[in-house]
């Protein structure tokens, strides 16, 4: 079954279902204060794309069920622009008709324990397609409710186009 065909199977833009990521570690903090933890944690890297891991954990009164999800994040990629997660106005196609970058939610998991030690967890899985540039990148996030200002990290848009060719799909 192929990705690309639109009435069966995934749309040819999303995480293909039949193969197997490379993984690009980043091991890179956005956020590390007291209470507050916001960290990317690696990246799996498909043909098509690739899905950056968000980890994110906070304690004591920080800790509220839907503290990550009032956050913004946007990837940056020099002349391959910005893509900027809940954006749902952006341009899909450049003016020379190429592939802008996207970059959509595609999987969050939380958890809050209510105890003395109160404690929210959680991973946000972000789908960043087509795949960047090889050149430096940057992944920021923004939110009055965990940081003053906009926290940011490196991406290596070379070691995620190079990790793309090592992605193998299940099937030979």
Known sequence: MENSEPDI??????????????????????????????????????????????RASARGHDAAADVFERIVVAVLFGAA???????????????DGTLALVLEQYS???????QDDRRADCALGMWLYPLPPPERGTLSIVSPNLAAGPASCRLDGRAIVAAAARAQPYWR
């Open 9 to 54: 199977g995934r749309p040819s833009w999303m995480p293909p279902a039949d193969a197997l990521a490379a993984v690009v570690p980043a091991g890179q903090f956005l956020i590390r204060a007291e209470r507050v933890v916001v960290a990317l944690s690696h990246v799996s890297v498909y043909p098509n794309g690739c899905m950056l891991e968000v």
């Open 81 to 95: 622009g910005t893509a900027v997660m809940w954006d749902k106005t952006a341009p899909r196609r450049r003016l």
């Open 108 to 114: 969050l998991q939380g958890s809050v324990t209510a």
